[in-house]
């Protein structure tokens, strides 16, 4: 279901724990799996779990807990703009309704060419560079202006 | 007074990270002289003690004393854990911290592992700031590569390894015992204390949790003194604190200034008021701090003392700044939706009273609002406060109660006229885009 690279991957993370601790390594198996996969369906879940020797339901509490990970499908590339209060103060709210308006999507929502979902999220510990956006979990956009915003949607869909 | 950088020194032109360069900044030093036998684990906690140094994560607790709680002799592995998950908003120099200097949170930790007998660590990093994680990864190599870390460190006895563990995107997980139920592979739900980490820690071991910055501050001390240290910031305040500054200023970001620096100093730092509006409040630490308004903020000084006798908190040193253009019911409207979002759902008063905070603050900005509201509020805090597993009850309480106590005029002109007291385009104006001089 994983690919060799990605379970060397894993076996690198579970080599962080104590032996006994191979739990420790749920998050970032699930990490690794949905940066494969896209999403983290109830196989992934079941794969994930085997292959660290728990339950489906142990790490299916993980999968949901967290906001980062996405238990249903999302486009090729997910947007998640922070909101909160400090970014807000800089254009946070503009910045996302700037995003919502040139991908013709609210919150929560895909394209229907299945390219972009738009996300709000709460603070990401960068607030002085607002406003700020992730893209796909992983890289994060400072100050982002229209221009910044419409280089960013041009290069992805690329 | 300018600024004064202990931890962020030295760290212009090209901010370089590399071990070689900071150990070009007298780096590692602090370690050498712990390892080498000239201090003992005593001496290294005396030091600390000494400097007065409080935790920088937000409960501001005295790091020296904390470390003494740890058990001398236990059979055993014992943790030490790097809160590195912030995720308060307006929070933001941890995340410079383990960009600009990861190697002196190592280097902090290992001393740290050193005076309490702890034979592994991890750093635990906020889920939003993947990059951040993969630099500190390439730190830990090089401090392995180069024997800093791991069996008989520089040829010593002690041995000690640290690991990082990622987060996905929870903020309870900055409180303690939920980021050790999280490197547990667990929901980050936070324990009951007492036992209390050091007795009852990760995998059921003695461990110690301290922040970023807290640990980042150790190399410092241990090489030039607590006394030293203490000298930078004022009597039971420490040091040099880094403060987060966002919201309506020219150049909001991070700013290390000595513990005592008047609030109207620090505000210049950061080049004043955006478009030369009048302030209006400033959260001072955090968004969990109780807002404090112009007039007493800029009265106050930088330290614990000084924002506590202010009645808020400086908390995680995170400055939110809001000039005139602010709608202060719209603001802890966001405020309130964060916390009933974060709630971890594990007590009632914290899962419903949140819940409710929001849907009250979101029903007076939208014009709904009762004539009782204000009340309402006032008894949904009293009922949340104080009666919760943690602190995150609290905290979604504390901001309620300030904002209605400082500015319940303008919550009643909400409730009274269905509408903001700030005009729209006056708010639309203020919360644009912005772009600071600086980028
Ligand atoms: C809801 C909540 C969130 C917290 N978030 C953080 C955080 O992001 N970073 C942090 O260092 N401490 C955070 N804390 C405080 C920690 O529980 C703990 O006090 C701190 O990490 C101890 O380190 P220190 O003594 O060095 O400050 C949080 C506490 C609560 C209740
Ligand atoms: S106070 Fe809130 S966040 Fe903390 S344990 Fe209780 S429900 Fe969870
Ligand atoms: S509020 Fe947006 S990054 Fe902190």
New interface residues.
Partial sequence: MLSQESLSRIDRELE???AE????????A??IAQEELGWLSDETIAFVADYLGLTAI?VF??AS?????DLAPVGRHKITVC?????????G???AEYVKQKLGIDFNETTPDGKFTLKE???????????VL?VN????C?????EKIDQMLADLDK | MSAKELILADLDGDRTWRLQDYIKRGGYEALKKVVSGQMSADDIIGEVKKSALRGRGGAGFPTGLKWSFMPRSFPG?KYLACNSD???????K??DILRYNPHTVIEGMTIAAYAMGCS?G?NYI??????TYLRFEEALAEAREAGLLGEKILGSDFSFDL?????????ICGEETALLE???????QPRFKPPFPASFGL?GKPTTINNTETFASIPFIIRDGGETFLNYGKPNNGGTKIF?????VNR???YEIEMGTPFPELLEMAGGMRGGRKLKGVIPGG?SAPVVPAAIMMDCTMDYDSISKAGSMLGSG?V???DES?CMVK?LE??SY?YF??SCGQCTPCREGTGWLYRVVHRIEHGKGRQDDLDLLNSVTANIMGRTICALGDAAAMPVQSFVKHFGDEFQYHIDNKKCLVPPEVQYE???????PS?
Wanted: aromatic share 12%; net charge negative; hydrophobic share 30%.
């Fill in positions: 962080k724990y104590p601790q191979k739990k420790s390594a749920t998050m970032s699930l990490r142990e509490e993980v807990f967290y906001n980062m990970y909101t909160n209060l400090p970014c807000a103060l800089s254009g709210v503009h910045a999220g709460e603070c990401m510990g960068a607030c002085g560079d607002a406003p992730l979990n992983h890289h994060m400072s100050w982002m202006t229209p | 592995d912030e995720g308060e908003p307006g929070t933001f941890d995340r592994r991890y906020h889920g939003e700031i993947f990059e690991f990082a563990h990622h987060g996905y995107g929870a903020y999280s490197i547990e592979g667990k929901k980050g995998y987060s500054i966002s919201g309506h909001p970001g991070c968004s995170a939110i700044v809001m602010t603001a966001r405020l964060f979002e974060e203020g919360s644009k885009i912005y772009v600071g980028c």
